[in-house]
């Protein structure tokens, strides 16, 4: 069989006519879904996974967080984020994100769940234990140095500068010398 460009036409268009001579669009199947952001409240904030800064936009409705963006307003990002901050709204969202504390007793085989309370209480019992025991007034030479060299403080990337000298005072007050701040914690 010869076919021309021509007949191939005549034919392709006679098919299509003939496929779509029933089918009508009515007003109702020709709409789009409304935002996922429509009644949400918005609120910028920062990234926390980095040292850098990123500026995201929350959007919140009922007190869950339904969608994460860039801020293309803030100068450090202009709107565009990382991999670790489009899954922002995994951190809000997971099932799996813990909510309150866990501990597990030296030699248990499972978990408990503690109070605030309490872990905050065992985290200061711990630390003036540790300090106290471990302490040093004077080096080998007899100058007053004041401090332990038994405990270390490492701060992540979520905080920021204030953040960092607050943490940085304490630390020093303390007698802690090992002291660091890490951007990609």
Same mark, same amino acid.
């Given at each position: 069989?010869?076919? $021309?460009? *021509?007949?191939?036409? &005549?034919?392709?268009?006679? +098919? %299509?006519?003939?496929?779509?001579?029933? #089918? $009508?669009?009515?007003?109702? =199947?020709?709409?789009?879904?409304?935002?996922?952001?429509? /009644? +949400? &409240?918005? +609120?910028?904030?920062?990234?926390? /996974?980095?040292?850098?800064?990123?500026?995201?936009?929350?959007? $919140?409705?009922?007190?869950?967080?339904?969608?994460?963006?860039?801020?293309?307003?803030?100068?450090?990002?202009?709107?565009?984020?990382?991999?670790?901050?489009?899954?922002?709204?995994?951190?809000?969202?997971?099932?799996?994100?813990? &909510?309150?504390?866990?501990?597990?007793?030296?030699?248990?085989?499972?978990?408990?769940?503690?109070?605030?309370?309490? #872990?905050?209480?065992?985290?200061?019992?711990?630390?003036?234990?540790?300090?106290?025991? +471990?302490?040093?007034? *004077?080096?080998?030479?007899?100058?007053?140095?004041?401090? $332990?060299? #038994?405990? #270390?403080?490492?701060?992540?990337?979520?905080?920021?500068?204030?953040?960092? /000298?607050?943490? =940085? &005072?304490?630390?020093?007050?303390?007698?802690?010398? /090992? %002291?660091?701040?890490?951007?990609? %914690?």
């Amino acid at each position: 069989m010869d076919v $021309t460009r *021509r007949g191939f036409l &005549k034919v392709s268009l006679g +098919t %299509l006519v003939a496929s779509g001579a029933g #089918a $009508t669009i009515r007003p109702t =199947d020709a709409h789009a879904d409304p935002p996922k952001i429509t /009644y +949400t &409240k918005q +609120t910028t904030s920062i990234c926390p /996974y980095c040292g850098v800064g990123c500026g995201v936009v929350l959007y $919140t409705r009922g007190g869950q967080v339904v969608n994460v963006e860039g801020d293309p307003d803030h100068p450090i990002n202009q709107g565009s984020l990382c991999s670790k901050g489009q899954s922002l709204f995994q951190i809000a969202q997971s099932p799996h994100r813990l &909510k309150s504390v866990r501990y597990r007793a030296p030699g248990s085989d499972h978990w408990e769940e503690k109070g605030w309370e309490w #872990a905050m209480h065992s985290i200061a019992k711990n630390v003036k234990a540790t300090r106290d025991a +471990t302490f040093i007034q *004077r080096n080998k030479d007899g100058n007053v140095v004041n401090r $332990t060299e #038994a405990i #270390a403080s490492l701060g992540g990337a979520a905080l920021d500068n204030e953040e960092c /000298y607050v943490v =940085d &005072k304490l630390m020093r007050a303390l007698g802690i010398v /090992y %002291l660091e701040q890490q951007a990609r %914690l």
